[in-house]
């Protein structure tokens, strides 16, 4: 479709429905999002069923809504129910906090550390709406790594060194009064660590939206870090999300550190200490408080 402002032919298709699901449920909220033309012709496929945009136009020097880059992007309407939106907003933060550890690792821990290698196991993937789509119950039994593994080259090992799990949000370490982490992925990184005798650290990326109006991406500000048992160890309560049927563990904040100060954690190989503690003591696996 050309990027003139255009309303497509939508006669005798049921537009008026969330591009992201397969069923034929009624959804007349109207989703704005600014792409570049690559990410646009990838989440329609990837994302939204092959579903092309019911409007594209108003074209600008701006800030693609997926890819966070700067380049010439369009408006591009889908119909999404908002929930469905949040998951399509969730993924440029996503992506900004992933490249903030792969920035990292390439600035501060590869000079120092070339043997230790960081490899993205669970990369984040555009993916449309799935019924059936298997319980968190179960995938908390069944998932096999966490978000990076970090493998030692210098042993010729198949076996990670130890896992990174990253978690994603706008605040600051500095000014939170608790950390937040939910029960389904805490027991992940438990029922992943106890299962293959390899302790994790845990990154907390700070993710804010920048403007450049009417554009907006998602930019990386901060990085912290804990190990698994610190973190545990910080535990206060767990309780539910306000607001949700969900399960959190609330943690204090003073479990984390500066990310600079990781790169000596590496050195002094603190999470081979850890890897011994794992062996006698396995992560505890937390149930809902009802």
């Not at 537009?15 to 792409?35: I, M, P, Y």
């Not at 070339?114 to 993916?127: C, F, G, I, N, S």
């Not at 912290?224 to 973190?231: A, G, P, R």
Request: charged share 25%.
């Amino acid at each position: 479709m050309s990027g003139s402002s255009r309303l497509m032919e939508i006669e005798g298709l049921n537009w008026e429905k969330c591009a992201r699901h397969q069923n034929s449920q009624t959804c007349r909220f109207v989703a704005h999002l600014f792409l570049c033309d690559g990410c646009a012709v990838k989440l329609q496929h990837e994302c939204f069923n092959d579903r092309p945009p019911f409007y594209q136009g108003l074209s600008v020097d701006g800030y693609c809504g997926l890819c966070n880059q700067r380049q010439q992007v369009l408006l591009r309407q889908w119909f999404i129910c908002q929930i469905c939106l949040g998951v399509v907003l969730s993924y440029p933060k996503s992506f900004a906090a992933s490249q903030s550890v792969h920035n990292f690792w390439e600035s501060k821990v590869r000079p120092v550390l070339p043997r230790l290698r960081l490899d993205e196991t669970d990369t984040v993937r555009l993916e449309p709406f799935t019924p059936g789509r298997r319980s968190q119950r179960t995938k908390a039994a069944t998932v096999k790594t966490l978000d990076f593994s970090v493998l030692d080259d210098s042993i010729n090992s198949e076996t990670p060194a130890f896992f990174i799990e990253l978690k994603a949000g706008p605040g600051s370490i500095e000014e939170m009064k608790e950390f937040q982490l939910d029960l389904n992925d805490s027991n992940d990184i438990a029922n992943v660590c106890n299962a293959s005798g390899v302790p994790a650290y845990i990154f907390h990326a700070q993710v804010v939206d920048e403007y450049l109006p009417p554009t907006r991406r998602s930019i990386a500000k901060g990085l912290w870090w804990s190990d698994c048992f610190t973190l545990g160890e910080n535990l206060i309560k767990v309780a539910a999300r306000r607001g949700e049927d969900k399960y959190a563990g609330y943690y204090r904040p003073t479990a984390f550190s500066p990310i600079a100060t990781f790169v000596d954690a590496l050195k002094k190989k603190s999470y081979k200490q850890l890897r011994n503690r794992l062996a006698s003591q396995p992560l505890p696996i937390r149930q809902n408080p009802r």
